[in-house]
């Protein structure tokens, strides 16, 4: 992280009676609690997800907290989706991916790292061909019979030998979905049965021209529609101007990808005249509290005058005394 020199440099100032302390920050996005008996997946194994693309997030605009966590799980379905082989994406795969790709560039998420893993891929993808496979008990086929061929692994310029040593690593995703439910195509946990369930019972047509076909993806943009519905649910008093921006450009987004809200504008335009209105509001009560303060003022004086005619009024009418007299 920060060179060694760098360290020892005195005027630098990190170190302090010949010591550094290092201080990590984790900032948790999403804490859910579940019982033993829940299906569900434990958010916190996304921890490990998130802190590996930490740095992406440094330029995040994004200051609503449910609609900073749905950009991350769509930053984080689109990286699941490229960690997959050349084989198993699609081309329609890679389409949703940079349409997904532009929507968290644009949100202000540092991605070039993800860009450029998206152009290998394709190049890749290019290269190869097509194929799948499902590695069970019964399965007859056990993936590729070749990747490389021995003159390209002992090439001296090709890096995959070190000290006459190769080390393959074998790394496994499960497919199977635990503690998800699906609906309408879309896999969800079971707390997000219900409000999805309720959203198509009203609006049926809401997915039915949705083109994303990568189940990471239409859960990523899924997950974004219920947290854009989380916040307008928010107080409009409480809503700030910079969330209903944000609100707007996931709006465009979520209808890029296919998704029918006309009902979803129409509420989101209706809490912005909410807002304009209460702004208004307050400023016409600044007015009126202006105006009454004046108003108080301007009785104060006047009952403090009629206290002093009051006062000479009386003076007026009481009598001389002996010593009034003679003085």
């Known amino acids: 992280m920060i060179p060694l020199a760098k360290i020892h440099d005195k005027n630098e100032g990190f170190l302090v009676n010949d010591q550094l302390m290092i201080v990590a920050e984790v900032d948790v996005l999403q804490v859910v609690v579940t019982s033993e008996k829940s299906e569900e997946t434990n958010p916190l194994s996304q921890v490990e997800s998130v802190s590996s693309v930490q740095d992406s997030v440094v330029e995040f605009r994004a200051r609503n907290q449910h609609l900073k966590t749905a950009c991350t799980n769509v930053l984080l379905s689109l990286t699941q989706t490229l960690c997959l082989t050349p084989q198993e994406l699609s081309v329609g795969d890679l389409v949703e991916a940079e349409k997904a790709l532009a929507y968290t560039k644009d949100t202000g998420l540092e991605v070039e790292w993800l860009v450029k893993k998206l152009n290998e891929v394709k190049e890749k993808k290019e290269a190869q061909s097509e194929g799948q ?51 309408n195509g879309f896999h969800l946990l079971s707390s997000q049965v219900e409000s999805v369930s309720r959203m198509f019972e009203k609006h049926p047509e809401t997915a039915s021209e949705v083109h994303l076909k990568n189940p990471n993806l239409r859960t990523g943009y899924m997950s974004l529609l219920l947290s854009l519905i989380d916040t307008l649910c928010q107080s409009p008093h409480k809503l700030p101007k910079d969330d209903l921006d944000e609100a707007h450009y996931a709006l465009e987004s979520l209808t890029d990808a296919g998704f029918k809200l006309d009902w979803l504008e129409k509420k989101i335009s209706q809490v912005s005249e909410m807002k304009e209105k209460e702004k208004d509001g307050e400023s016409r009560r600044q007015d009126i509290e202006k105006e009454l303060k004046d108003l108080k003022q301007k009785c104060s004086d006047v009952e403090a005058q009629l206290e002093k005619e009051k006062s000479e009024a009386l003076a007026a009418k009481a009598p001389f005394s002996f010593d009034d007299i003679i003085q």
């Not at 990747?147 to 190769?166: H, P, T």
């Open 133 to 183: 496979n499902w590695f069970e008990e019964k399965a007859k086929g056990w993936g590729f019979p070749s990747m490389l061929s021995l003159d390209e692994i002992n090439a001296k310029d090709s890096g995959f030998l070190v000290n006459g040593e190769l080390k393959i690593v074998v790394e496994i995703e499960l497919l199977e979905i635990i503690g998800k439910v699906e609906v």
